[in-house]
């Protein structure tokens, strides 16, 4: 199976920007369609984006739309997530994750493999 960690999380204001990396290992990613989870404290996961096997195809959730960039390197086998104009509500455990479906999807239990987290928070 394929194991995922995340990196690039942080403290930072509001307005600021910072970009997360997910490294894959025993699997290429190009075998997936991956996406990127979060949760606040007290929150259930959400979903924030996902992207096709190829690139060539990406879905955001609607808070996070034209703020947020989903991307992957299949040959540095590396999935990426731009945070641009952050505010104190994305404050998360953001997760990276792994998918066997072709099609985006949105759940968590759409995912088979999820990394361990980093923690993004930005103040106010």
């Known amino acids: 199976q394929v194991q995922l960690v995340e990196s690039g999380g942080g403290l930072v204001q509001a307005g600021d920007s910072l970009r997360l990396s997910c490294a894959a290992s025993g699997r290429t990613i190009s075998s997936y369609t991956m996406g990127w989870f979060r949760q606040a404290p007290g929150k259930e996961r959400e979903f924030v984006a996902t992207i096709s096997w190829s690139g060539g195809r990406t879905y955001y959730q609607d808070s996070v739309k034209g703020r947020f960039t989903i991307s992957r390197d299949n040959a540095k086998n590396t999935e990426y997530l731009q945070m641009n104009s952050l505010k104190p509500e994305d404050t998360a455990v953001y997760y990276c994750?792994?998918?066997?479906?072709?099609?985006?999807?949105?759940?968590?239990?759409?995912?088979?493999?999820w990394g361990q987290g980093t923690q993004v928070t930005v103040s106010s």
């Open positions: 994750a792994a998918s066997h479906s072709t099609y985006s999807p949105r759940q968590p239990y759409d995912y088979a493999y």
